[in-house]
Structures are given as structure tokens and as C-alpha cells.
């Protein structure tokens, strides 16, 4: 009998206790979430969620009886405070202590917030990362009601589709100097600015927010001097991964809790998986933020807490819902010197990222196909001729 202690309770902490239990019936677990909810999924959060289309009971990932029927110790509303490594020994703020055979940090990450010197605290703005954020902000979403979204990524963009939606006024405004840039080529950005434009939210990209000031609405002042009144403020300007913990416990982070093949920290009783992670990929240390690998990385780790030796090899893959497109990206683009561009039926299209001759990954804009054939080319180490991807009339198929 082992004692096993996850802190964290999100998908990544979920999944390793579900693990854990199923290959181990009497090791002792217990999973301490911060939050007071049961886990719950998070990418409805921004969709169903908000739009009212989902209750709330339909996010958890087990309804409460789930948890005693399989021994494990739900700890919820209670934040870990300070791992004592000598005495094997997690303890929570409100001094609360659990001992440990192994650990494992499955801490998720936090937005990253506007610094209050520039109205990131001012009532009316918004951070998209648990469902009480969405709980505060949902009131907002009436139609005529005008709002800023801050941050031009994933986050932003999910966020303006769902305002637009709703029949609100949208303007989002990124730094750089186009949309989705620090994770996708140019194409990409081209095929969803069109798509965000054609629905009605005005995208304005290299612009920076200067300072929000509030009276009774909200006005944004922005770096090219111009300035909006809105309703309520949105921002998606990335997350931070949550490592202080491990950081204050003397584990080695970089941007993220160092991990390496097996899941493991510097600490042979410590363990980590999911968003707070930076993991070894291909020959670099990179962090992946993505519903699977926070899935795959702690079923991986649970079958190593218990004595397995078997490295973790991530295979990313990542979706989006924006209006009635769903982006599925396959692979990592880091790297990528030429973009090849494939259309598919109905408007769809899909851009292959080479390095050379070499397959790095897949954004597939409603194109199920073309995704599921790049994954698997992709997973199995091959690439295609970049000639036969670029002809809409070749059989895709015929790649494998």
C-alpha cells in the first residue's frame, strides 16, 4: 500500500487519481482541489457553459459518489501551502497535513492579468480560466451590450465568438502585429480574422492597451492614441503556469515545473503533470497547454508513481469552436520554414507546416479529414510529397 497525494484538481489531477486507482486497488489517494466545485472539464467553460447551454453538473467529470465508490479522498476548497520534503508531508493554508509516499503537483495554471497600474483590477474586466470567472461574467452577455477583448490567441478569439454570438458589439484588439502569431503562420490568422470580420467583430491588431479607466462604463485607451467606451472587458492575454509551490519547495521550474521522461521532478517522491509541467519533447523542454496532454501526461504518471519505468511521449494535438469552424491542430509548428496550403469542401482548409521535407503539424479548419491524415502521418514519422498536400483533388488517403 502506497499513500498517494495529488494537489490540484483539475483534469490533469483527475485523471492521474482515476489511474492510479484502476492500477492500483489499495493504494491510499487522496486529491485536494482548490476549487469548492468536483473536477470539472474546462473547454465548455467558454462555450456551453457561458452561453447557458450547459449546467453546471453537466461539467464534472465524476458526480460525487464517484469519488467514495472508488477510495478516493476528495479534498475541495483547500489550497496547498508548502510541500516539507524531509517529512514527506503536503501542507494545505489552513494547516491541514497529509503524508506522502508519492506526489504529484497537477497545480494547472492561472490567466496572466493586466497590472492593476493600467485598470487590470477595475470592475467590469474579466479573466476566462475557472467556471466562477464565468459565473461573474455571464450577466454581461446581453445583446447591444459592447465589449473589449483583449489578447488576439485562442482564449480572446473563443471569447469574441461567443460575444458575437450573443449579439454584443465586439472589438479585439492584439499587440502584435496579427492575430494567433505567437502559435500559428500567417494563413492561419488570414482564414480567422476573415472569419471574425464576416461576423461582425472588429479586429484591430497592432494596437496595445495603454490604461482601462472606469466611471460608469469603461474607457479603453489604447497606444495608437484612440480611444473606445465599452461595457465590460474581456483578457486573454495567455496563462502562467502554477509552480510556485514546487518552486518553493526548491524543485527546479523554468517557466513551468521541470519534469523529465517519466514525469518526474528532481525529487525521486515528487511527481508533476499537466499545464504546470515543462516535459521533454523531441530534442527541447516545452510546455504543452492542452485538455490531452494534461489526460495523457498523468496516466502516465500514475502508472510511474506506482513503479513503471515508461516514457511519456506526448503526441499534441489541440481543437478550437469559433462560430461554426472547428480548428483541430495536430503536431507542433515550432520550427516550420514553408506552410502548405490545402482547401477542402464546403470553405474548409487546412495549412501543413513543413521544416524542409519534414511533417511538423496540421491546422485543419473544418477539415476533419485532412487533420485525421496529417495526425497520423505525423505520429507515425512520415511526410508526404508537399506537391500531392497542395492539390485539392489528390486523395489524401493515398498519403498513408
Same mark, same amino acid.
Given at each position: 500500500?502506497?499513500?498517494?497525494?495529488?494537489?490540484?484538481?483539475?483534469?490533469?489531477?483527475?485523471?492521474?487519481?482515476?489511474?492510479?486507482?484502476?492500477?492500483? /486497488?489499495?493504494?491510499?489517494?487522496?486529491?485536494?482541489?482548490?476549487?469548492?466545485?468536483?473536477?470539472?472539464?474546462? /473547454?465548455?467553460? !467558454?462555450?456551453?457553459?457561458?452561453?447557458?447551454?450547459?449546467?453546471?453538473?453537466?461539467?464534472?467529470?465524476? @458526480?460525487?459518489?464517484?469519488?467514495?465508490?472508488?477510495?478516493?479522498?476528495?479534498?475541495?476548497?483547500?489550497?496547498?501551502?508548502?510541500?516539507?520534503?524531509?517529512?514527506?508531508?503536503? &501542507?494545505?493554508?489552513?494547516?491541514?497535513?497529509?503524508?506522502?509516499?508519492?506526489?504529484?503537483?497537477?497545480?494547472?495554471?492561472? @490567466?496572466?492579468?493586466?497590472?492593476?497600474?493600467?485598470?487590470?483590477?477595475?470592475?467590469?474586466?474579466?479573466?476566462?480560466?475557472?467556471?466562477?470567472?464565468?459565473?461573474?461574467?455571464?450577466?454581461?452577455?446581453?445583446?447591444?451590450?459592447?465589449?473589449?477583448?483583449?489578447?488576439?490567441?485562442?482564449?480572446?478569439?473563443?471569447?469574441?465568438?461567443?460575444?458575437?454570438? !450573443?449579439?454584443?458589439?465586439?472589438?479585439?484588439?492584439?499587440?502584435?502585429?496579427?492575430?494567433?502569431?505567437?502559435?500559428?503562420?500567417?494563413?492561419?490568422?488570414?482564414?480567422?480574422?476573415?472569419?471574425?470580420?464576416?461576423?461582425?467583430?472588429?479586429?484591430?491588431?497592432?494596437?496595445?492597451?495603454?490604461?482601462?479607466?472606469?466611471?460608469?462604463?469603461?474607457?479603453?485607451?489604447?497606444?495608437?492614441?484612440?480611444?473606445?467606451?465599452?461595457?465590460?472587458?474581456?483578457?486573454?492575454?495567455?496563462?502562467?503556469?502554477?509552480?510556485?509551490?514546487?518552486?518553493?519547495?526548491?524543485?527546479?521550474?523554468?517557466?513551468?515545473?521541470?519534469?523529465?521522461?517519466?514525469?518526474?521532478? !528532481?525529487?525521486?517522491?515528487?511527481?508533476?503533470?499537466?499545464?504546470?509541467?515543462?516535459?521533454?519533447?523531441?530534442?527541447?523542454?516545452?510546455?504543452?497547454?492542452?485538455?490531452?496532454?494534461?489526460?495523457?501526461?498523468?496516466?502516465?504518471?500514475?502508472?510511474?508513481?506506482?513503479?513503471?519505468?515508461?516514457?511519456?511521449?506526448?503526441?499534441?494535438?489541440?481543437? !478550437?469552436?469559433?462560430?461554426?469552424?472547428?480548428?483541430?491542430?495536430?503536431?507542433?509548428?515550432?520550427?516550420?520554414?514553408?506552410?502548405?496550403?490545402?482547401?477542402?469542401?464546403?470553405?474548409?482548409?487546412?495549412?501543413?507546416?513543413?521544416?524542409?521535407?519534414? &511533417?511538423?503539424?496540421?491546422?485543419?479548419?473544418?477539415? @476533419?479529414?485532412?487533420?485525421?491524415?496529417?495526425?497520423?502521418?505525423?505520429?507515425?514519422?512520415?511526410? @508526404?510529397?508537399?506537391?500531392?498536400?497542395?492539390? /485539392?483533388?489528390?486523395?489524401?488517403?493515398? &498519403?498513408?
Amino acid at each position: 500500500m502506497q499513500k498517494l497525494v495529488i494537489a490540484g484538481g483539475g483534469q490533469a489531477g483527475f485523471a492521474l487519481a482515476a489511474k492510479a486507482r484502476s492500477l492500483c /486497488p489499495d493504494s491510499e489517494i487522496t486529491l485536494i482541489c482548490e476549487e469548492p466545485d468536483l473536477p470539472y472539464q474546462r /473547454p465548455p467553460l !467558454s462555450k456551453k457553459y457561458l452561453r447557458n447551454e450547459m449546467a453546471r453538473e453537466q461539467l464534472y467529470l465524476r @458526480p460525487e459518489g464517484y469519488y467514495a465508490d472508488q477510495g478516493i479522498t476528495l479534498i475541495r476548497g483547500h489550497s496547498a501551502r508548502k510541500i516539507d520534503r524531509d517529512a514527506k508531508r503536503l &501542507l494545505l493554508l489552513d494547516n491541514q497535513a497529509f503524508a506522502y509516499d508519492q506526489l504529484a503537483l497537477t497545480t494547472g495554471a492561472r @490567466p496572466r492579468r493586466l497590472p492593476p497600474a493600467v485598470g487590470g483590477d477595475l470592475p467590469g474586466v474579466y479573466y476566462l480560466r475557472n467556471v466562477q470567472d464565468v459565473d461573474r461574467m455571464a450577466p454581461e452577455f446581453r445583446a447591444g451590450r459592447r465589449v473589449l477583448v483583449i489578447g488576439g490567441g485562442y482564449i480572446g478569439l473563443e471569447a469574441a465568438a461567443v460575444a458575437a454570438n !450573443s449579439d454584443l458589439s465586439v472589438t479585439l484588439v492584439e499587440m502584435a502585429p496579427r492575430i494567433l502569431q505567437r502559435v500559428a503562420a500567417p494563413e492561419t490568422s488570414d482564414f480567422f480574422r476573415t472569419l471574425h470580420r464576416t461576423r461582425g467583430v472588429d479586429i484591430r491588431e497592432g494596437i496595445g492597451l495603454d490604461r482601462l479607466e472606469r466611471d460608469k462604463t469603461i474607457t479603453a485607451r489604447f497606444s495608437d492614441g484612440t480611444a473606445q467606451e465599452v461595457d465590460f472587458v474581456i483578457v486573454g492575454i495567455g496563462i502562467e503556469p502554477n509552480d510556485a509551490l514546487a518552486r518553493d519547495a526548491g524543485l527546479p521550474c523554468d517557466g513551468g515545473i521541470v519534469v523529465d521522461k517519466y514525469g518526474r521532478t !528532481s525529487d525521486r517522491n515528487i511527481w508533476a503533470a499537466g499545464d504546470c509541467t515543462r516535459l521533454p519533447y523531441r530534442e527541447n523542454m516545452i510546455r504543452l497547454e492542452s485538455v490531452q496532454n494534461a489526460i495523457d501526461q498523468a496516466e502516465a504518471v500514475a502508472a510511474n508513481m506506482l513503479g513503471q519505468e515508461t516514457d511519456y511521449v506526448p503526441n499534441p494535438w489541440f481543437w !478550437s469552436d469559433q462560430f461554426d469552424v472547428k480548428l483541430q491542430i495536430a503536431g507542433l509548428n515550432t520550427g516550420y520554414d514553408r506552410v502548405v496550403v490545402r482547401q477542402a469542401a464546403r470553405g474548409g482548409q487546412s495549412n501543413w507546416y513543413f521544416q524542409g521535407e519534414r &511533417l511538423l503539424a496540421v491546422d485543419a479548419m473544418n477539415d @476533419p479529414r485532412g487533420y485525421m491524415i496529417g495526425k497520423r502521418l505525423i505520429e507515425a514519422g512520415r511526410s @508526404p510529397e508537399q506537391a500531392q498536400v497542395s492539390d /485539392p483533388d489528390a486523395d489524401l488517403k493515398a &498519403l498513408l
